[in-house]
């Protein structure tokens, strides 16, 4: 499932923080302390296997 991040989070040609937050199905993702993501999630799917992530 991909999910759009707001925008104005990330500090360009800076170090940033990436947090990510999962509570039972729900998924939070923040960047530099600031919400930038949610989803959430999907009890049917699978409880495990790998994540991507990527930051523009």
């Not at 940033?16 to 960047?31: C, K, P, Q, Y």
């Not at 296997?49 to 990527?54: H, T, V």
């Amino acid at each position: 499932t991909f999910v759009d991040a707001k925008p104005g989070a990330q500090a360009a040609n800076e170090w940033n923080t990436l947090r990510i937050e999962s509570r039972r199905d729900a998924i939070r993702v923040f960047v530099n302390g600031q919400p930038v993501a949610e989803h959430p999630g999907d009890p049917a799917r699978s409880k495990t296997g790998p994540i991507g992530l990527q930051l523009h």
